[in-house]
């Protein structure tokens, strides 16, 4: 099991790799000039994504795994990572604002895993949307949480946890101080934090593995000293950090999912960052995206208004339709293969509410008059009236459908980028199909899918 599951986190890597490196082929023309579709104004525009897909990828080639951790102030998360690495490297205090920046810390807890811990401000420390910016960006980065808590939960904290779940990573409770707490008292709040730590709408409490007690630096105790002559003297000693449970957990996900939680994480960030220049591609080229979609609308309206042989010209439109679908595609040169365009085509024709599909009824109907009277119109001049009537009727619902196809195409090429073979989404979705149920991961399962 132990090798099955090593195999498996090596191919996620690989695959994460191969996504990474084909998006990075795919989109590096907009890096170079002179290039027949380039655009400086776009290869500018998408300069921060192109970035990140480059850093992406070293990060996930050198195989270090970021832990962060969050929680208000004072509640000792610099102490939680000093207890961690075994040494005061942080600072900690009791003063508010000793943490002022993120700041990260290599760790390595045995064998090859590398940590990089990374500690913040409290999330009361700074104000507003520094502070929402601050932690999205760390979370972003992270591949898991730690969230620290000294006791019952606030709400200011329950409201820092729930906007941390955005992020969508794993994240461990951390119950800190247990040293304050007589053992009842401990005990009922761990209860409290189960129920709570999983967030709104689930009723599932958290696993054993997602939430730990700990004392990161407990408080001195007073030790009361009996002297071989009799003599009593009390004095004050700390006691050792409590965290070995902590970093039991943290070392059996690493060893567990460790790898595919980076692979996860990378092509999250892939996926992001793609749809990202999706989005500022199409904005762009909104104008010439425009003049495709009225010519083709016109093209078609007359196509299948003139063509006098019913379904020939559902055919016709449909090849219109696709043909319509790969000239935004290769205009906004977006991802996008046959197989792709005639999914997308298809997934605009159900999803329309029947108005598409309204168009190909219509379209057989009106089609098989208007064949009719094509047929009849020899002798008699009302049919030609007739075939006139049905082909205007036709035309104009058939170019209101590749109007129609046109917009909605742009929203699907813009969302499907990524899902054609080894694109992020693609990858995400097999990754996470995979995945074992006692993983941190499959809890995520549920969050993470998102479907086409
Ligand atoms: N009693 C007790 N105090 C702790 C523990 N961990 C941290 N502290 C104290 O809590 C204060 C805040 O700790 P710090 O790590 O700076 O908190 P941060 O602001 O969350 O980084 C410090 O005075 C620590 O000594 C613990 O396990 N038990
Ligand atoms: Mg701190």
Redesign the pocket.
């Known amino acids: 099991m132990a090798s099955f599951r090593s195999s498996q986190q090596e191919t996620h890597l690989n695959r994460a790799r191969a996504s990474l490196r084909q998006a990075l082929s795919w989109y590096g023309y907009l890096r170079k000039s002179g290039n027949l579709s380039s655009n400086p104004e776009l290869a500018g525009l998408v300069k921060p994504e192109l970035e990140a897909l480059t850093s992406t990828l070293s990060k996930l080639d050198s195989n270090v795994i970021r832990i962060a951790v969050f929680?208000l102030?004072?509640?000792?998360?610099?102490?939680v990572l000093n207890a961690l690495l075994g040494d005061k490297i942080l600072q900690?205090?009791?003063l508010n604002g000793?943490?002022q920046w993120p700041r990260s810390v290599r760790w390595q807890p045995g064998g090859k895993v590398i940590v990089e811990l990374i500690d913040t401000p409290?999330l009361d420390e700074i104000e507003g949307d520094a502070r929402a910016q601050m932690a999205r960006e760390v979370a972003r980065q992270a591949d898991l949480i730690l969230f620290?808590v000294s006791g019952d939960i606030t709400r200011t904290e329950y409201q820092g946890l729930l906007e941390l779940r955005q992020a969508q990573k794993p994240l461990i409770l951390v119950f800190?101080?247990i040293?304050?707490y007589p053992d009842i008292d401990r005990t009922k709040i761990y209860n409290n934090l189960q129920q709570l730590g999983a967030g709104h709408g689930q009723a599932k409490p958290l696993l054993p593995d997602e939430i730990v007690m700990?004392?990161?630096?407990?408080?001195p105790m007073e030790v009361r000293v009996e002297w071989p002559d009799g003599g009593v003297s009390y004095e004050w000693e700390t006691p050792p950090p409590q965290v070995d449970e902590l970093k039991q957990t943290i070392l059996n996900i690493l060893n567990r999912e460790g790898r595919s939680l980076i692979a996860l994480n990378a092509l999250i960030q892939a996926r992001d960052a793609e749809m990202a220049i999706a989005q500022k591609t199409l904005e762009t080229r909104a104008q010439e995206a425009e003049d495709i979609i009225w010519q083709f609308t016109k093209y078609k309206a007359l196509a299948v208004g003139l063509n006098p042989i019913a379904f020939l010209d559902i055919l016709g439109g449909t090849i219109a339709d696709l043909a319509l679908i790969r000239a935004l595609a290769r205009l906004y040169s977006l991802p996008m293969t046959s197989y792709e365009a005639s999914k997308i085509l298809k997934t605009i024709i159900f999803s329309s509410g029947g108005l598409l599909l309204g168009e190909l009824g219509s379209s057989a109907l009106l089609g098989l008059g208007k064949s009719t009277a094509a047929i009849a119109s020899g002798d008699n001049p009302i049919n030609i009236t007739a075939f006139a009537g049905s082909a205007i009727a036709q035309a104009g619902i058939a170019g209101y459908g590749a109007y129609a196809v046109g917009k909605a195409a742009q929203v699907y090429l813009e969302k499907g980028c990524t899902w054609g073979q080894l694109g992020a989404s693609t990858v995400i979705q097999e990754i996470l199909a995979e995945v074992d149920q006692n993983t941190i991961l499959y809890r995520l399962r549920q969050e993470l899918e998102v479907k086409f």
Do not use: H, I
């Open positions: 929680g102030v004072s509640r000792g998360k610099s102490a900690t205090g009791p000793v943490t409290g620290v800190n101080k040293d304050l700990v004392a990161a630096e407990p408080a």
